[in-house]
């Protein structure tokens, strides 16, 4: 998510993944290199859009827009303009699309609209029995929000700050994820399958890859069993499971998300196969019970006590364009009914019809920046080019075209007839083989930089034009390639590790009596209370009838995982205790296990002697199992081999 005439080490360190923040800040910074103040009119909504048919410019139209100012002082002006050509850019994901539920007495709220627990507990009916959040919809939104939701419940029970009657209030409440294609979430961070040791790598430099371009065109069983093993592959390194599982026709969604398999597995999410079909409330000071409807209308079932829902079911996106005239729309192909392509967009990157020169739609369908940037270059060129019909009309032009429509038709069939087996979940996906096409139409040149022609990390960096100013693009391929080297020397190894923790697990180890003793501990999430680390956990461990916590902190800056003592009241965080050394020089990693020593903060010396030694067996990137050889560590056991309780749910 960068342009090439930008890079985030501009802006001064960020991390690999930035955040809300660190985006604002690099827009701003973008507008305030490139973009004129003048150009941009604030507080102003365009009502309408249409072609001037009598006023002709470059093969095509003029465009009159009609637009609505609203005044420093709370009033209005109406006015119009006309302009010779005419982007539109109004954001894919700009208009929620937000089913009806009836006349219900509990929270019934859009993904868009939520943000904590404070939005739903207002409205929430009082009652002792287990509640349950329903989260409606799958990809990356359903993910996301159901995540986010159980990370605040969690939170709500381990925080220093909760309250005990605000503990209590949320103590009693799961999640139930709904969704009607088979979900799997990767992690940011992924083990390279490739290297000779554990090591990880951003997910971004195996799913943005030159050599593993996805296919685009109608689902197929061949397509629905390549992305489940690729999906298996990098998440937990199982192939032969992909077989053996059931399964169906529908093609899984994968999303990005650390923390959603990992509450899935703790049993805090329940994930569901289906489809809403009605919510049922007997009273209004009651609860409500959602019936599904199964894949393929096979029966129903009922989901009760259901105290909020939550529509993760994505965006109207004819709608965002609801300000083009009937007539424009027409000639867009527009399709109201068929909501993955509403409209037609056959040249130009996806970004024009070729009946409406004078138009672009950057942005249209949903794609990344370096798409964006791609698209916008594009229609720069089919603006300025005085030998434009030359250009696009040549036979490979007007064949690609052709190919494009047929998909589009194919692919509005398929949709309308009920085929939902067959229609990809996203059509336009392969916005790889996009900078490669924008490659060689715009006449860029590609920089491998380190990586070989065929492979190697994509990004709108790597493509620029001849002549120009590549300082900006220099700097983000030489940070690729430093996250590169440090993935391949150890770093995001504590991540991962970190990562892999939540959630419970149990041991059996022998104390020095010779008595066969169980332990357990569970480690909590919450929200950091220290700005400077990024997750934070509260770890409860039973032993042999004791109960002990402490807080496990991870830093991605430091790049480590420390220990700390837990103050009286078991929820604030007390003084270090342990740092999980990964790096340490005389340990070594195997092909899908990382070592680390346990280090007393009051020593840090080179000496591993006497120090607890931690070994993590990762299955691609999920962690399995964990052994710790503790001669003087925070347990009493000499050797101990932890497994996952599994109380993950799935229907």
Excluded at 221 to 238: C, F, L, Q, W, Y
Excluded at 326 to 331: D, H, I, L, N, S
Excluded at 622 to 640: C, Q, R, V, Y
């Amino acid at each position: 998510m960068s342009f090439s005439d930008l890079s985030w080490e501009s802006l001064g360190s960020s991390p690999v993944y930035p955040k809300a923040a660190d985006v604002y800040l690099y827009l701003e910074e973008y507008f305030k290199r490139y973009i004129p103040v003048r150009t941009v009119c604030f507080r102003t909504a365009v009502k309408k859009v249409e072609r001037i048919p009598d006023e002709p410019v470059a093969g095509g139209n003029r465009w009159k827009l009609h637009l609505h100012e609203t005044t420093a002082d709370g009033g209005s002006i109406e006015f119009s303009r006309t302009f010779d050509y005419l982007v539109a850019a109004p954001g894919f994901y700009n208009i929620p699309k937000m089913p009806r539920s009836g006349d219900l007495n509990i929270p019934v709220l859009h993904s868009t609209r939520y943000r904590t627990l404070e939005d739903i507990d207002q409205r929430l009916p009082t009652t002792d029995r287990e509640r349950v959040i329903l989260v409606v919809g799958g990809s990356h939104s359903g993910g996301d929000i159901a995540a986010s939701i159980a990370l605040q419940l969690s939170d709500a029970q381990y925080s220093p700050t909760s309250s005990g009657s605000h503990r209590a209030e949320w103590k009693n409440t799961r999640i139930v994820h709904v969704s009607s294609h088979e979900m799997f979430a990767l992690p940011a961070f992924v083990q390279d399958l490739r290297a000779p040791s554990c090591t990880f790598q951003p997910v971004d430099f195996t799913l943005f890859n030159r050599s593993s371009r996805p296919s685009v065109g109608l689902v197929t069983p061949e397509k629905v069993k390549a992305s489940r093993k690729m999906i298996h592959t990098i998440s937990d390194g199982d192939e032969g499971y992909v077989d053996t599982r059931e399964t169906d026709e529908l093609a899984p969604i994968g999303i990005l998300g650390d923390s959603y398999p990992q509450f899935v597995k703790a049993g805090r999410i329940a994930q569901v196969r289906g489809t809403l079909s009605r919510l049922h409330q007997v009273d209004k000071g009651d609860l409500v019970t959602a019936t599904i409807q199964k894949v393929k209308n096979d029966g129903n079932f009922a989901v009760h006590n259901v105290c909020a829902v939550i529509q993760a079911t994505g965006f109207d996106t004819a709608s965002s364009l609801a300000f083009l005239s009937p007539q424009t729309k027409m000639a867009l192909d527009h399709d109201p009914t068929c909501s993955p392509a509403p409209f037609v967009l056959d040249t130009n990157l996806l970004s024009q019809n070729s009946s409406l020169p004078t138009l672009g739609l950057v942005g249209y369908p949903g794609a990344y920046w370096p798409l964006f940037e791609m698209q916008a270059r594009a229609i720069v060129k089919a603006w300025t080019s005085p030998s434009l019909p030359e250009l696009t009309n040549t036979p490979s032009h007007v064949e690609q075209r052709s190919k494009l429509r047929r998909y589009y038709a194919d692919l509005r069939r398929t949709f309308k007839e009920g085929r939902k087996d067959e229609v990809p979940h996203n059509p336009f996906g392969d916005s790889l083989g996009a900078l490669e096409q924008a490659s060689r139409e715009l006449d860029l040149e590609r920089f491998d930089l380190g990586f070989s022609e065929a492979e190697g990390f994509v990004c709108a960096a790597r493509y620029t034009e001849p002549g120009s100013d590549k300082t900006e693009a220099m700097k983000t391929l030489m940070e690729v390639q430093r996250v590169r080297r440090g993935g391949q020397q150890g770093s995001f190894l504590a991540r991962a590790v970190a990562r892999g923790l939540m959630g419970k697990w149990v041991a059996a180890g022998q104390i020095p009596n010779g008595e066969i003793k169980v332990v357990q501990l569970s480690f909590y999430p919450r929200y950091p209370t220290d700005e400077a680390f990024d997750w934070e956990y509260v770890a409860v461990s039973e032993e042999h009838g004791e109960t002990m916590r402490k807080v496990y902190r991870y830093s991605e800056a430091a790049d480590c995982i420390t220990v700390w003592t837990v103050a009286e009241d078991g929820f604030r965080t007390g003084i270090p205790e342990y740092t999980f050394q990964f790096k340490h020089a005389q340990q070594e990693h195997g092909k899908h296990t990382a070592v680390a020593v346990l280090v007393p903060s009051s020593s840090q010396g080179e000496s591993v002697d006497g120090l607890g030694v931690f070994r993590f067996h990762f299955a691609g990137s999920s962690l399995k199992t964990w052994t710790i050889k503790n001669p003087d560590g925070p347990f009493t056991f000499a050797e101990l081999n932890f497994v996952r309780v599994g109380l993950g749910q799935h229907r």
